[in-house]
């Protein structure tokens, strides 16, 4: 069942009904996970997206890709402490606290975007 509170989105991540919004990340009904680094995807795709209209060709957009890598999600809990599900499996310990906890992965994000290190 599609809960009513997110956007309706296309293909395209348009929200329906209007060819010059667009939404993305986690308000959309997209039937895909709900993690921050797709979120990151799917702005450089609206990013392209505005660039092509401003152009005046809507035809060259293109459809956001549902993604079909590995079903991961990591929470901190704290600096010292996390927990992760992989594949429906979750646990704490060294391993979520290694990839999340240190800098709650500010640092990965400032690096994929070309951004220098946080001082």
């Not at 929200?15 to 919004?21: A, P």
């Amino acid at each position: 069942m599609m809960c009513k509170c997110w956007l309706q989105v296309n293909n395209f991540l348009q929200v329906e009904g209007h060819s010059n919004w667009f939404a993305l990340g986690d308000i959309t009904s997209l039937s895909d996970y709900r993690l921050g680094r797709l979120a990151l995807d799917q702005g450089a795709l609206v990013a392209a997206h505005i660039k092509t209209l401003h152009g005046g060709d809507a035809a060259k957009l293109k459809a956001w890709k549902k993604h079909n890598g590995i079903e991961m999600i990591v929470v901190s809990l704290g600096r010292n402490n996390g927990a992760m599900a992989v594949w429906g499996w979750g646990f704490s310990g060294w391993l979520p606290t290694w990839i999340k906890s240190r800098d709650m992965m500010v640092g990965m994000t400032r690096k994929n975007m070309g951004l220098p290190a946080a001082a």
